[in-house]
C-alpha cells in the first residue's frame, strides 16, 4: 500500500510542479505591468488658504496650506540653491515664493491670508511676491513671537 503512494505521489508531482512553475512565470509576467501602471491621484481644489512666512537672519521659509492647516507645498531659501548670507535677501524670498507656487498650481489657489514671523529682510518681499505669482493676499498677520518678561536674566558677571 505504501509503494502505491509513492507511485502516485511521485507521477502527480511532475504535473503539480510544471503548474506551479506555470504560474509562478505568469504571475512574474504580471506583477512589473501592473507596477508599472499607476493612477494619478486626484488633486483636490483649494481655493483659499494661507502663508506662512518664517524670516530669519539666516533663512527664509515659506508654506502654504489650506484653511485646515494641511500643507499644499513648502519652499526654503537653502532648498532653492541659495548658500550663506544670501539666503535671507528679499530676492530669495521672491524665489521662494515663485518655487512655492508652482509647486501647488494643481490646486488652484487664489486667495491666502499671509502669517509672518520672524525679523528677516525677506518678510515684505515675500509677501509682495505672492501677489507677484497671481495669489490674492487678503490679509497680513505678524504672529513674530514677543516674549512678555522672557527668560530669567543670567546672574551679574563679577570680574
Known amino acids: 500500500m ?12 511532475p504535473a503539480d510542479a510544471a503548474k506551479k512553475g506555470k504560474e509562478a512565470a505568469a504571475s512574474a509576467a504580471a506583477k ?3 507596477r508599472t501602471r499607476s493612477k494619478k491621484k486626484a ?5 483659499i488658504g494661507r502663508a506662512y512666512v518664517h524670516a530669519s537672519y539666516n533663512n527664509t521659509i515659506v508654506t502654504l496650506t489650506d484653511l485646515n492647516g494641511n ?12 548658500k550663506g548670507p544670501k539666503k535671507a535677501t528679499p530676492y530669495a524670498a521672491g524665489v521662494i515664493v515663485k518655487d512655492v ?10 486667495e491666502v491670508a499671509a502669517f509672518v514671523r520672524g525679523i528677516g529682510s525677506g518678510r515684505e518681499a515675500a509677501v509682495r511676491a505672492l501677489h507677484a505669482n497671481g495669489v490674492n493676499v487678503t490679509g497680513i498677520k505678524d504672529v513674530t513671537p514677543i516674549p512678555h518678561n522672557g527668560c530669567r536674566a543670567p546672574k551679574p558677571r563679577r570680574v
Open 43 to 47: 488633486v483636490r481644489q483649494v481655493a
Open 101 to 110: 507656487c508652482d509647486k501647488t498650481k494643481d490646486y488652484g489657489l487664489k
Open 32 to 34: 512589473p505591468a501592473a
Open 71 to 82: 500643507v499644499l507645498g513648502w519652499s526654503s531659501a537653502g532648498k532653492c540653491g541659495f
Open 2 to 13: 505504501s509503494e502505491e503512494l509513492k507511485t502516485t505521489a511521485e507521477a502527480a508531482t
